[in-house]
């Protein structure tokens, strides 16, 4: 791999990195619907270094999880897709909330617990593809 794309990866990976911190700062002041847009960014960085390394030193300017793994000719499983789905789904709700709120209200403290292991299991896994 080229030096400029082994920079790139090392970028998004450490990006990846600095945010996860972030997460259980948001978490503990109870912020669920922030803690989950910033594992939306954690996850999205993962996989656009993942997407430098295996494909392309220009990512696709999407949010979209589904997207970049299937850019990235990832194999998943059900479970992982519908994970990358609905933290995607985190992503828009979080910075656009409808006028009913209806995303803050349910991210509750369990909910955001439940999401919040998924998405950091993921992210691991990940990590294990470098």
Not at 18 to 35: M, N, S
Not at 45 to 61: E, G, H
Not at 94 to 102: G, L, N
Request: glycine content about 0%; charged content about 35%.
């Amino acid at each position: 791999m080229e030096k400029n794309r082994e920079k790139l990866v090392r970028y998004w990976l450490e990006a990846a990195k600095r945010d996860l911190p972030v997460i259980d700062h948001l978490f503990e002041k109870g912020d669920y619907t922030w803690a989950l847009f910033v594992a939306h960014l954690v996850l999205e960085k993962v996989l656009k270094a993942y997407y430098v390394k295996n494909v392309d030193s220009v990512v696709p300017f999407t949010h979209s999880l589904n997207l970049l793994a299937e850019r990235c000719s990832l194999e998943l499983n059900d479970e992982q897709v519908e994970l990358l789905e609905d933290t995607t789904r985190f992503n828009i709700e979080a910075r656009y909330p409808s006028e009913k709120f209806e995303f803050h209200k349910i991210c509750t403290k369990e909910y955001t617990e439940k999401y919040l292991k998924k998405i950091k299991d993921f992210y691991e896994w990940m990590l294990k593809r470098f």
